[in-house]
């Protein structure tokens, strides 16, 4: 079955940087654009970025550009989230998700999430 | 950015009750519309996508309407388990965005 594994998140302080990382099995991971979601403590979701199946094209939200990069390595089935300048507001649950199906860009398939928290 | 608007914010209902959700679109999405139910510490379940189609092992009291601006999700008779918060999320453009969610509160 699918499975979406997250890591690197931790504590860290304003203007600092984190990569959080995921591994997909389970399914053939180079056919499937990925993206990250994430969720502040008590809110709601914020769709965060993708990487498209072969790893070229990516999308970011607003709250991100410029900041965050997303990329994919199809030879060990993984997706990283690089994170710079982090602020404050950047603080959440950090879910690692799969397209459903390929240019379907819902998600049936979530990681666990992983916590980052940004904070002095 | 399509920005998505959910209403009510909060629901309380009796089990065997119908419960009724409303999320709008800031701008036609097509049927491009994904629901989802999220409990205290679990990631997001897909229940509806493409408006209107339940992903598997959906039981059948979930459905979903609307396209363009304005959809629903609707539970026939709500059940003891389905308490939780339900988003919407459009997937027609970039950014994909998420509604703020509805809390579902068992009376």
């Known amino acids: 079955q699918v499975q979406l594994l997250e890591s690197g998140g931790g504590v860290v302080q304003p203007g600092g940087s984190l990569r959080l990382s995921c591994e997909g099995s389970g399914f053939t991971f180079s056919g499937y654009s990925m993206h990250w979601v994430r969720q502040a403590p008590g809110k709601g979701l914020e769709w965060v970025t993708v990487?498209?199946?072969?790893?070229?094209?990516?999308y970011y939200g607003d709250s991100v550009r410029g900041r965050f990069t997303s990329s994919k390595d199809n030879f060990s089935n993984m997706v990283y989230l690089e994170m710079n300048n982090l602020r404050p507001e950047d603080t959440g649950v950090y879910y690692c998700?799969?397209?459903?199906?390929?240019?379907?860009?819902?998600?049936?398939?979530w990681g666990q999430g992983t916590l980052v928290t940004v904070s002095s | 950015e399509i920005v998505m608007t959910q209403s009510p914010a909060t629901l309380s209902v009796s089990p065997g009750e119908r419960a009724t959700f409303s999320c709008r679109a800031s701008?036609?999405?097509?049927?491009?519309l994904a629901w989802y139910q999220q409990k205290p510490g679990q990631a997001p379940r897909l229940l509806i996508y493409?408006?209107?189609t339940r992903a598997t092992g959906v039981p059948d009291r979930f459905s979903g309407s609307g396209s363009g601006t304005e959809f629903t999700l609707t539970i026939s008779s709500l059940q003891s388990d389905d308490f939780g918060v339900y988003y919407c999320?459009?997937?027609?453009?970039?950014?994909?965005?998420f509604g703020g969610g509805t809390q579902v509160d068992i009376k």
């Open positions: 493409g408006a209107s």
């Open positions: 998700v799969r397209e459903y199906t390929i240019n379907n860009w819902f998600f049936e398939n």
């Open positions: 990487v498209s199946f072969e790893g070229v094209v990516k």
């Open positions: 999320q459009q997937h027609n453009a970039w950014p994909l965005t």
């Open positions: 701008q036609s999405v097509s049927t491009k």
